[in-house]
Nanobody
Framework: VQLQASGGGLVQAGGSLRLSCAAS????????MGWYRQAPGKQRELVAV???????NYADSVKGRFTISRDNAQNTVSLQMNSLKPDDTAVYYC?????????WGQGTQVTVSS
């Protein structure tokens, strides 16, 4: 499975950004896709994930501000990020996992200026 992420960039605090990720290759219908992030000097952390059946898990820090969605037919996952804060600044990584393996996409930088 290959992951192609897009989106990210520079935005002022309070602004919005949207990340998208497409999975291609041998994609099993039962899987979990989502986003993790890693800020400088910190460990990679979960942002939001969504299963192919629609079960969603958000980090407490993004609840109410970020919305994850997916299109199972297209094998894509998106993350709408609203009310962004400087603390959201990080490299965001798309993640795919099923019963076979875990795959990471290339990171995309999100920078929120104060």
């Amino acid at each position: 499975v290959q992951l192609q992420a897009s989106g990210g960039g520079l935005v002022q605090a309070g602004g919005s950004l949207r990340l998208s990720c497409a999975a291609s290759g041998s994609v099993f219908s039962i899987n979990v896709m989502g986003w993790y992030r890693q800020a400088p000097g910190k460990q990679r952390e979960l942002v939001a994930v969504i299963s192919s059946s629609g079960i969603i898990n958000y980090a407490d820090s993004v609840k109410g501000r970020f919305t994850i969605s997916r299109d199972n037919a297209q094998n894509t996952v998106s993350l709408q990020m609203n009310s962004l804060k400087p603390d959201d600044t990080a490299v965001y990584y798309c993640n795919f996992r099923d019963t076979r393996f875990v795959q990471w996409g290339q990171g995309t930088q999100v920078t929120v200026s104060s």
